[in-house]
């Protein structure tokens, strides 16, 4: 099983980044996708999630409004569109896959990929 994430970059303040996961190796309709980061010192947390069909999506607080999930079921590809970047948003962030929702909301997974850094400048 791969999970293959773009790479993310340096971004200042305000701007924008896409980040895509291409996945590999497990029925990609089958799987809740999800987004999770961890920064400097920090656990990792859950950003958002997305259903097997895309039909719902869980983001945590923070990023509601600015960052949007969703996923192509043809291509086996997630993306995760962040708008409105803040410094606060500075970490690595991993793209991950599992059957449960419950799981994921407890920043759990089954696949996890390799993690990408995003840097928000001030």
């Known amino acids: 099983v791969q999970l293959q994430a773009s790479r993310g970059g340096l971004v200042q303040a305000g701007g924008s980044l896409r980040l895509s996961c291409a996945a590999s190796?497990?029925?990609?309709?089958?799987?809740?996708m999800g987004w999770f980061r961890q920064a400097p010192g920090k656990e990792r947390e859950f950003v958002v999630i997305?259903?097997?069909?895309?039909?719902?999506?869980y983001y945590r607080d923070s990023v509601k409004g600015r960052f949007t999930i969703s996923r192509d079921n043809a291509e086996n590809t997630v993306y995760l569109q962040m708008n409105s970047l803040k410094p606060e948003d500075t970490a690595v962030y991993y793209c991950?896959?599992?059957?449960?929702?419950?799981?994921?909301?407890?920043?759990?997974?089954?696949?996890w990929g390799q993690g990408t850094l995003v840097t928000v400048s001030s």
């Open positions: 997305i259903t097997w069909s895309g039909g719902s999506t």
């Open positions: 190796g497990i029925t990609f309709s089958s799987y809740a």
């Open positions: 991950a896959a599992d059957k449960s929702v419950v799981t994921m909301r407890r920043s759990g997974a089954e696949y």
